[in-house]
């Protein structure tokens, strides 16, 4: 295993910074081997299974392209919890995690339902249901591919979480009496523009569709979200948003005019403006 490792890391060095080729190594040998640290640290002087060199082999070939690990593993853990992903759905990074803890701090002791609008893998709503007790946790997404996956990865987490194909543009069969404590989402949010100054594994491999969104309204998917909520927010409901770093303050206001009150905008362990709540009067 120790030339194994040696071989990974050799591979991945011209492409990657030291400490993610660290990481990635790591991830490539628990997932091949199936063993956790403390196994491989104490097989580290066994031979490796040529079967097992080739599947390795195949995941480097890919890694040097610059295509995320989740991708080529096929999952990735997120608040504790490992989710399905692909190619179809953005992988759940760490400051979704910390809208999460965020959500379940401020709401598991009341909040009784709760809706993600553009779900995805199905990460944000499945995670509080696993660590918040509401009776009634559902996902939205445009995407039946999508939808399958979250599904799966309700099924993956013993979840009760429950998945339904909607337009936040045009839902249907949503009556007003259809309400709900908490609805939060992490919309698409990335202006066109930006794209340049993205990292190339992102820009080239995850779904477009879910990161941009017009460079002349960016704010198009917390418009219609936020005027859906007034509606559809239980009284003294509360509103979340992942939100773009450069939009905190037009965020902010644009929740003020659709009337939401205690608007509280966060920043991440990377003190970046992150997300944003909003109360229904």
Known sequence: MLKTKKIIKETLSPVYPPTEVESLTRLILEHVTG????????????????????QITEILNRLVTNEPIQYILGETEFYGLKFTVTPDVLIPRAETEELVEWIISEEKAHCKSLLDIGTGSGCIPIAIDKNANINRVEGWDISEEVLQIARSNAIRNNSKALFSCQDIFAPTGITEHSQWDVIVSNPPYVLMEESNLMERNVVDFEPHVALFVPDHDPLIFYRAIARFATVHLQHHGSLYFEINEAMGVETEKLLSEFGYQDIQVRKDLQWKVRMVRGKKN
């Not at 066994?46 to 060199?53: L, T, V």
Request: charge should be positive.
């Open 35 to 54: 063993f956790n640290r403390l196994q491989m640290h104490l097989k580290q002087t066994e031979p490796f299974p040529e079967s097992k060199i080739m």
